[in-house]
Structure formats: C-alpha cells, structure tokens
C-alpha cells in the first residue's frame, strides 16, 4: 500500500523534538476544530432564537386581530397541487417556426394544411376514432355520404379494436360485388400499411373517381391467408328502403341506412305492409352502417306504442336521458323478426334494442351486431368545416350498454364464405321460418 504523505515528516531534530512539536501540531488542530464548533452552534442557536422571537410577534398580532380559531375546513390552501397544471402555447408556434426554417422541403408547406392537421391531431389524441374534424374536403364527402350520393366502393368502415374494419358493404355495390363481408379487416391500401392511418385518411385513400380502381388487402375471420381484391370505383347510389313480400304472407322490408330520406320511404313501405295485411314482418338491418338517430326513432315510433322509451343517452357524468317514441304506432300488433349480423351498426342497433326491449313478439335472428354505440353530435365550425364529437353513449331501453358490446341475436344464425357465393341465406330462411310457426 502506498504511505500516505504527511508535513509532519518533514520537521527536524532528534526524537524529542519531533514528539514535542507532534503535540504541540495535535493541540492546534483540537483547538482550531473546537472554535469552529461552538461558533456553528452559537449561528444555529441565533437563528432557532430569531425565528421563535419572529413567530411569537406574529402569533401575538394575530391573537390580538382575531380570537378565532381558523377551522381547516375554513382554510384556504394555496399551492395545494405542485404540479404546474399551465400550458404554454407559444410551444405550438414554436414549432411552427421550426418548421418553417428548418424542413426540408418548406416551399411546399401549405398552412391550411398544417393548421387543420394540428386540430386534427388534437382530436385524435382523445383515442376515439369518431372524434374528428372536417376539413373542406372532408365536410363536402361527408355531407355527401349522408345524401346518399358519392363516388367510391359503397362500403362503410369504422375502427375496430385499433383495426379498420368494413362494417357493411352496401347493397347491390361494388364492394359487395367484388366480395367484400361485413367484418374484413383491412389491413393495405394498395401499398400503404393502415397502422396509425385515421379513418378519415383511409376513406379518402379508397375513394376515386367512377371507373378508376383501388386494391385492398383484407384479413378474414377463420381464414389464414390475407385476400388481395381490387374493386372498380363507381357513383354510390344508395337507396334506404326496399319492400317485397315473401311466400307465406310475410312482408319483407330492407333497410340499407337511416339517411334524409329513409323516414318517408320507411313510411311508404309501412303503408304497403298494412295493405298487404301480413302473417309476419322481417326487417333486414344486416350490413346497415346507421346513419341518424332521429331517423331511428321515427321509425321506431311506427312500431311501438307511443311513450317508449327506444334509446338512452349516457353522457360523461353518467346521466341519462331517455328518447321516447313520438307516436305513430302501426305495426307493434305484426310478430316481427329483426335480421341483424356484424355489419348492423349505429342507428341499427338503437332500433334492434329497442324493439327487442319493448316487445314480446319480435325475435332477433343473425349475428351480434358491431357494437358501435356512441353519440357524435356535429358542429359547424366555419362555413366549410365541422366537427364531430362523441358526447354519449347508447344503451338500450333495458339499460343494455351497445358501445363496443353489440346486441345480441335470440337466435344465432352465421352466413359463410361457402353461403354467399352459392346465393344461399341461412338467416331469411330462418326468419320466414319463425314466422310461418314451424
């Protein structure tokens, strides 16, 4: 071990004097050690000194203005929370600037598009996939959708457990001529992965103009291999309501969506249904994305008696609102069977709960629907630009949550890839079953 270098070593003369001056240096030391000592103490002791004289003075002013004893339940608390609960928005600004100087091909910013890409981020951070915000664009197609009238594949996606899903492909449309089932998950567009892509981002890269094509890649429940289809673009025509009647006296009524127009034709095929005076009724909502919820109880309120309640609206404080049905009533007398399956959505499941809730003589058959129960309220924001927010959620009259749950049918009844492409409907059959006794 290396010795450890010490002044003392380096004083002269014989063995006394060196013990001598050892001392002599070990006294200093003591010496010195023992006044900074008792000086800290004397600091302490005037500082322990200073605060109680101060606090006394405060005290005694205090007892002097008031006798009152201050109640904790009286006090107020400031800086409770230590967390800075502030936000400094010169951040976003910030960052803006950033991109200006420093991006790399900044000539070709757009400041709409990083404005209206900023609130759309902001909504997106919520987690709710039908939270969103309409730019021009976007508020111009979706007012389109509602209308009935637009140029695509005719089919209605959602987000499914973080995963785009078609939820119906619409009647007699190319997404249902080319194959396409209620559930397929898409996993491309052409090339682009849809991880992360919004739905608004997914629907804008699907659709086209008439004639041109676009090729997804799909993942299917029970299969093992991904299907690839490229489906020609078209104008979707979207008609709400068809009615015919089956064999046996059975009225059959198709309804795709629940648009502008989907009252007064529902209207229409409930008049041919009473002229026909039927056994039984089906009402086909399979692959019927919803659409609005005023429609839904309109309709309802033409086959329940007036005063039920057909929906409740649960919003974020766990208040409830019951939507009644307005009067109208006309076919609650007619035994009523409600096809449903995974494409049944929305509005769809509103009027599927809500028959099946109030009445003894429906019977649902087909699948569980999708489970898509939220309320989005849209909002203008500026003559071209809405919002969509999600400000409740539907549960049935029961008080049966529908959000991410779905209704479930009284009798399952699946459809396979083999039913389909042979025209075979395992699910009508059983509906005009039920309804002809057997």
């Known amino acids: 071990m290396m010795e450890e270098f010490s002044p003392l070593s380096r004083l002269e003369g014989g063995t006394d004097q060196n013990e001598k001056a050892l001392q002599y240096e070990r006294g200093q030391i003591i010496f010195k050690k023992a006044l900074v000592f008792f000086f800290i103490l004397f600091l302490i002791g005037g500082a ?9 003075h405060r005290l005694s002013t205090s007892s002097t203005a008031s006798n009152d004893i201050l109640s904790p339940d009286d006090a107020i ?8 609960k502030t936000i400094d928005f010169s951040l976003f600004w910030k960052v803006w600037n950033v991109l200006q100087d420093k991006y790399v091909d900044s000539a070709k910013l757009d400041a709409h598009t990083l404005f209206y890409g900023a609130i759309k981020g902001m909504l997106s951070a919520t987690g709710d996939p039908y939270t969103t915000f309409f730019d021009p664009k976007e508020n111009q197609e979706f007012e389109e959708d509602i209308s009935g009238t637009f140029e695509g594949i005719g089919a209605e996606m959602g987000i499914k457990n973080e995963i785009l899903t078609i939820i119906a492909p619409l009647e007699g449309m190319p997404a249902e001529k080319a194959g396409f089932m209620a559930g397929d998950k898409i996993v491309k567009i052409e090339d682009a992965t849809t991880n992360n892509m919004t739905l608004e981002e997914a629907v804008s890269k699907i659709r086209g103009a008439k004639g041109t094509e676009v090729t997804l890649t799909i993942f299917r429940n029970g299969e093992e291999e991904y299907r690839t289809i490229t489906v020609k673009r078209d104008t979707i025509l979207v008609k709400s309501v068809r009615f015919e009647m089956k064999e046996n006296d059975i009225a059959y009524i198709r309804v795709n969506r ?16 009473l002229e026909k005076r039927p056994v039984g009724l089906i009402i086909d909502l399979r692959n019927n994305p919803g659409g609005f919820l005023g429609t839904s109880i309109d309709m309802a309120s033409l086959m329940l008696p007036v005063g039920k309640t057909v929906v409740m609206e649960e919003d974020g404080k766990g208040e409830r609102k019951e939507l009644k049905s ?29 028959l099946k809730d109030n009445r003894d003589n429906v019977t649902l058959v087909g699948k569980k629907s999708f489970g898509k129960g939220s309320v989005q309220e849209l909002i203008p924001m500026s003559k071209d630009t809405s919002v969509k927010i999600t400000v409740a959620h539907w549960l049935t009259p029961a008080g049966h949550q529908i959000n991410n749950v779905g209704i479930a049918p009284d009798i399952e009844v699946g459809l396979s890839n083999d039913d389909v492409n042979n025209k075979r409907d395992p699910q009508l059959d059983k509906a005009l079953e039920i309804l002809k006794g057997k």
């Open 48 to 56: 322990f000194y200073l605060g109680y004289e101060n606090g006394s």
């Open 77 to 84: 608390i400031v800086n409770k929370d230590s967390q800075d």
């Open 258 to 273: 629940f648009g502008d127009d989907t009252k007064k034709e529902f209207q229409m095929a409930v008049r041919q249904t």
């Open 326 to 354: 307005r009067g109208g009533d006309a076919l609650s007398g007619v035994r009523t069977v409600i096809l449903i399956n995974e494409g049944s959505a929305s509005a769809s499941e509103i009027l599927a709960g809500a």
